[in-house]
């Protein structure tokens, strides 16, 4: 485990919610740990599930193109993560948009 995220964990653990973001774009690029999907997607809901709206880019994405066990392609629910991201002037979610 890198020291990166192990420093991201322990904010997670202290209810930090941009943290879950952080350990889920780790989890996602593989950075400082094996790249693992459903984790990635785990912690992108518990980033918004706690209010951190760049957990919403993350699940956009996920249900955009998929790549997570269980969790199937579903443009709707993409545009409705897209569209919350980009309520919180998170810039890739504008360009997502614009695309979709």
Same mark, same amino acid.
């Given at each position: 485990?890198?020291? &990166? $995220?192990?420093?991201?964990?322990? &904010?997670?653990?202290?209810? $930090?919610?941009?943290?879950?973001?952080?350990?889920?774009?780790?989890?996602?690029?593989?950075?400082?740990? *094996?790249?693992?999907n459903l984790t990635a997607f785990?912690?992108?809901? *518990?980033?918004?599930? /706690? #209010? !951190?709206?760049?957990?919403?880019?993350?699940?956009?994405?996920?249900? $955009?193109?998929?790549?997570?066990? /269980?969790?199937?392609? /579903?443009?709707?629910?993409? $545009?409705?993560?897209?569209? *919350? !991201?980009?309520? /919180? #002037?998170?810039?890739? &979610?504008?360009?997502?948009?614009?695309v979709l």
């Open positions: 485990m890198s020291i &990166a $995220l192990s420093y991201y964990q322990q &904010a997670a653990d202290m209810g $930090l919610a941009d943290s879950y973001s952080s350990l889920a774009h780790m989890y996602a690029q593989g950075l400082g740990t *094996k790249q693992d785990e912690y992108y809901r *518990k980033a918004v599930a /706690n #209010n !951190a709206p760049s957990g919403h880019i993350g699940l956009g994405y996920y249900y $955009l193109y998929g790549g997570v066990a /269980n969790v199937k392609v /579903n443009t709707s629910l993409a $545009l409705f993560h897209y569209e *919350k !991201a980009a309520e /919180n #002037n998170i810039t890739d &979610a504008h360009s997502v948009l614009g």
